[in-house]
């Protein structure tokens, strides 16, 4: 799937796991209208079934995590415990629900996700861009961020993503260049994912472009400053770096868990190298909201000398 670091996250109850990865239940008046709303629309969240750590936070914050094209994905990864088969025929009308639903939630920030879909010609890209094109209608204040999968490294489904121009694209490389073939799909590889990332900076509409890593798979420093190295020479413009946790006895076990100091030099790391923007740290997720705040005052940073107001 497109992998937002979908790994379920213990309750503050659960034992074995380090203090620093124990987080209590969510609450709060943001977090229950925007809850109430997915409820109404039957929205698929990542934020929910990935029991995202942030979500209290983030749902509170105006920002979510949605899943298009259904829940079944077409390739096997060692880390995501989504299911995998013969994936149903697409709704039609999606991408107008969602966009319909987000704008009942006054979001500031929405992250459309999706399964693969390598059943689809074009790996789910118009479903996509139907859905950009929605949300941008309905909720042009809302940024659009989009999380995509590989599509097999096809530019032309790449190029239907582009043009609908959201304000950011996101492909996660997910753990280094070795491990690669242990922990993703044998159709994912690193080399296609560096290509995709590549390719999108490189087109004319100037993307802003993202990336994820977890931790704890058997990656070494060396690795992962090489993986900093290479994300980097192709542009990619930001980095989250958070905790693997196993979701299941049939996923690949973790191997350590990074403490917080950890995760402070990796990201120190990983500035070295450009990146505009690094977060970093146990319960960071690939759709985690400091990095969306920050993307967003970007922009409007960058609007702002546009138009000198």
């Given at each position: 799937?497109?992998t937002?670091?979908?790994?379920p996250?213990?309750?503050?109850?659960?034992?074995?796991?380090?203090?620093?990865?124990?987080?209590?239940?969510?609450?709060?008046e943001?977090y229950?209208r925007v809850?109430?709303?997915?409820?109404e629309?039957?929205?698929a969240t990542v934020?929910?079934?990935?029991?995202?750590?942030?979500i209290?936070?983030?749902?509170?914050?105006?920002?979510?995590?949605?899943?298009?094209m259904?829940?079944?994905?077409?390739r096997?990864?060692?880390?995501?415990?989504?299911?995998?088969?013969?994936?149903?025929?697409?709704d039609?009308q999606?991408?107008?629900?969602?966009?319909?639903?987000?704008?009942?939630?006054?979001?500031?920030y929405i992250?459309?996700t999706?399964?693969?879909?390598?059943?689809?010609?074009d790996g789910?890209a118009?479903?996509?861009?139907s859905a950009?094109?929605a949300l941008?209608?309905e909720?042009?204040?809302?940024?659009v961020e989009?999380?995509?999968?590989d599509f097999?490294g096809?530019h032309?489904?790449l190029?239907?993503?582009?043009?609908?121009r959201?304000?950011v694209?996101?492909?996660?490389?997910?753990t280094?260049?070795?491990?690669?073939?242990?922990?993703?799909?044998r159709?994912?590889?690193?080399?296609?994912s560096?290509?995709?990332?590549e390719?999108?900076k490189?087109?004319?509409?100037?993307?802003?472009?993202?990336?994820?890593v977890?931790?704890?798979?058997?990656?070494?420093?060396?690795?992962?400053?090489?993986?900093?190295?290479?994300?980097?020479g192709?542009?990619?413009?930001?980095?989250?770096?958070?905790?693997?946790?196993?979701p299941?006895q049939?996923?690949?076990?973790?191997?350590r868990?990074?403490?917080?100091?950890d995760?402070?030099r990796y990201?120190k790391?990983?500035?070295a190298?450009g990146?505009?923007?690094?977060?970093?740290?146990p319960?960071?997720?690939?759709?985690y909201?400091?990095?969306?705040f920050f993307?967003?005052?970007l922009?409007?940073r960058?609007?702002?000398?546009?138009?000198?107001?």
């Amino acid at each position: 799937m497109a992998t937002p670091n979908r790994f379920p996250l213990p309750l503050a109850t659960s034992t074995g796991k380090p203090d620093w990865l124990k987080v209590k239940l969510p609450r709060g008046e943001g977090y229950e209208r925007v809850k109430g709303i997915v409820r109404e629309q039957k929205l698929a969240t990542v934020c929910e079934e990935a029991r995202c750590p942030n979500i209290a936070e983030c749902w509170g914050g105006g920002t979510a995590t949605v899943m298009l094209m259904g829940e079944v994905c077409t390739r096997a990864c060692r880390f995501c415990h989504v299911k995998v088969g013969a994936p149903p025929p697409l709704d039609p009308q999606e991408g107008e629900n969602l966009a319909r639903a987000v704008k009942a939630m006054e979001l500031e920030y929405i992250v459309v996700t999706s399964v693969n879909r390598d059943d689809r010609p074009d790996g789910g890209a118009a479903h996509f861009a139907s859905a950009i094109t929605a949300l941008k209608r309905e909720s042009p204040r809302t940024t659009v961020e989009v999380l995509i999968p590989d599509f097999q490294g096809s530019h032309e489904a790449l190029d239907v993503v582009a043009i609908a121009r959201p304000h950011v694209v996101a492909h996660n490389v997910e753990t280094v260049d070795r491990l690669t073939p242990t922990v993703r799909d044998r159709r994912a590889t690193w080399k296609q994912s560096l290509h995709v990332l590549e390719y999108l900076k490189q087109r004319p509409e100037k993307l802003y472009t993202k990336t994820s890593v977890m931790i704890g798979l058997g990656e070494t420093d060396d690795e992962l400053d090489e993986a900093f190295r290479q994300l980097r020479g192709v542009g990619v413009d930001v980095l989250t770096l958070g905790q693997y946790l196993q979701p299941s006895q049939y996923h690949l076990r973790v191997e350590r868990f990074a403490s917080p100091d950890d995760f402070a030099r990796y990201q120190k790391m990983a500035e070295a190298h450009g990146f505009l923007y690094v977060a970093s740290g146990p319960l960071v997720r690939s759709s985690y909201r400091a990095a969306e705040f920050f993307m967003r005052g970007l922009m409007e940073r960058e609007r702002t000398a546009a138009t000198g107001s």
